[in-house]
Every structure is written in structure tokens, then in C-alpha cells.
């Protein structure tokens, strides 16, 4: 599935079974919680946190959730995530293809 057809998928969704988007600012929130819930999953596998009885621990639900709300956010105000993350990657490589390789910390 293309970045594109994954935004139509969540707009026929939106449009069949969820009446209507939330609002904008309101899709900014459960994006963040949802980036919270990402980071207790990965502060409780990775980091030095332990999992509470009965705690979910899904991160790829929970990762997917993300794009969910993002794809959301991404239709109502007209954004194509395609177009859009092509150009913040020719960004990134202009900007920084030397940086990285440059760096004594990534050595």
C-alpha cells in the first residue's frame, strides 16, 4: 500500500464509520497521546521501566495509531504525505549528506 493509498483509506473510513473527522486541534491531541503511548511502550522495552500487570504493549499497533491520526491531520488540511515527505527528504539530503558521515559521535 502506497503512502497515498493509505490516505484515501483512512478518509473512506472517516467518511463510511466515523461520521466525520474530529477536529484539527483535536486530532493534534490524540496524536499526542498516541506518541505517549509509543513512548511508554518503548520507555518499558528499551529503556529501564518495567511493564505493569495487564499493560499493552503493542508498539507497532500503537506506531500505527500515529500514522492513523497523522493521515487524518494530513487529509483535512490538504496535505499530500507523498509529495510532502519526498521533499523533506531531498531537504534532509541536501541539508545534511555530509553531516552525519562528518560526525565523530556516529564513528
Excluded at 506518541?35 to 529503556?47: H, K, L, S
Excluded at 500515529?66 to 488540511?77: F, G
Aim: aromatic share 6%.
Amino acid at each position: 500500500m502506497t503512502i497515498e493509498e493509505a490516505q484515501k483509506q483512512v478518509d473512506t473510513w472517516i467518511k463510511t464509520y466515523g461520521v466525520r473527522y474530529f477536529s484539527e486541534l483535536t486530532n493534534m491531541a490524540i496524536l499526542t497521546e498516541e506518541v505517549g503511548e509509543v513512548a511508554r511502550i518503548m520507555a518499558r522495552t528499551y529503556g529501564d521501566q518495567s511493564t505493569k500487570a495487564g499493560e499493552k504493549t503493542e508498539l507497532a499497533d500503537e506506531l500505527a495509531d500515529v500514522m492513523w491520526v497523522l493521515m487524518c491531520i494530513a487529509n483535512q488540511t490538504g496535505i499530500d504525505l507523498t509529495d510532502a515527505f519526498r521533499r523533506n527528504l531531498e531537504k534532509k539530503t541536501q541539508r545534511d549528506k555530509e553531516r552525519h558521515r562528518n560526525n565523530p559521535k556516529l564513528k
